[in-house]
């Protein structure tokens, strides 16, 4: 199924103590890029976070949150810096000796100063930690794949109509070319007759011009490889793997023949064709730029 490198998933869950939140953004890019963003003392996820999405994505500029929050406290201490509390009482003890201040000072003013307290944790068990970091991340990157489906359908659909329409204009080149020969072969033939005061020209004359013309007006080729590269896209639409190279590619060819075509053809009817083939194709092109 074609995907999108536009996608977002979130899951979280409540493991072992502790409440796990991942969210998973992407958006369109050339490779695959990833960023992370981890709370403290968890950094040592980041590389097992990137090769879990990597295993299911190869392109898209992707950035993963993780939130983990510990609600229980079993492996936790509370240390008080006994000294510097000492330090501090007898500071403002003397500070309010020399303003004549009144001595109210308490335990719970004393709860003001942080520096007075460290919060030491235990030692995590980083398998476990993974282990449910891993399973939340699972269920992240697969909401996250669904919403990239998603949107990659509704990027086939809009590219399978475009190329329908140029198809259209393809067959209109193909019925419209053979025509402007044999304009051009009575355009001669006219003004041979004028330059010869009414005589008949040369008929082998005429139609050795109207072949050459005929080979530079030619546009069976271009027109064919035309019909060959989309029929080449719809293929590759209906792949389940990463194909937003290969659509790349084609849309290429696809507006190096169309170019071709519009250098060769000097025909209004011709000419306003490929202007709206033009425009077909780089809107197909925008499109694909979105596709993994």
């Known amino acids: 199924m074609i ?74 201490t509370v240390l008080v810096n006994e000294s510097l509390a000492g330090e501090y009482l007898a500071a403002l003890r003397s500070m309010g000796e020399k303003l004549a201040l009144k001595d109210d000072i308490t335990l719970e003013s004393m709860l003001r100063f942080s520096d007075l307290f460290t919060v030491q944790k235990g030692a995590e068990d980083e398998e476990q930690v993974w282990q449910d970091v891993s399973s939340v991340m699972e269920e992240a990157i697969r909401r996250f794949v669904a919403m990239r489906e998603t949107e990659g359908g509704k990027l086939r659909e809009d590219v399978l109509s475009r190329l329908v329409t140029l198809e259209e204009h393809v067959s209109f080149v193909e019925e419209r070319s053979p025509e402007t020969v044999e304009a051009y072969r009575a355009r001669l033939t006219q003004k041979l007759t004028e330059l010869l005061d009414g005589a008949v020209p040369d008929e082998n004359r005429i139609l050795t011009e109207t072949a050459i013309m005929a080979d530079r007006l030619a546009v069976d080729e271009e027109t064919v490889r035309l019909r ?14 990463p194909v937003g190279r290969k659509l790349d590619f084609l849309v290429q060819e696809l507006n190096r023949e169309t170019n071709t075509i519009g250098s060769k053809c000097s025909d209004t009817a011709i000419t306003r064709h490929v202007v709206e083939m033009k425009s077909e194709i780089e809107k197909i092109r925008e499109q694909i730029q979105n596709i993994e």
């Open 3 to 76: 995907k999108s490198m536009t996608g977002y998933g979130r899951a979280e869950a409540l493991l072992h103590g502790r409440s796990i939140t991942v969210e998973i953004r992407s958006v369109n890019h050339r490779y695959f890029e990833f960023s992370c963003r981890t709370p403290r003392g968890f950094a040592f996820l980041e590389d097992k976070l990137k090769k879990q999405l990597q295993g299911v994505i190869s392109r898209g500029k992707c950035d993963v949150g993780l939130t983990v929050q510990t609600l229980e406290s079993e492996n936790t």
């Open 228 to 241: 060959s590269h989309i029929a080449q896209l719809r293929e590759i639409l209906e792949s389940d793997e």
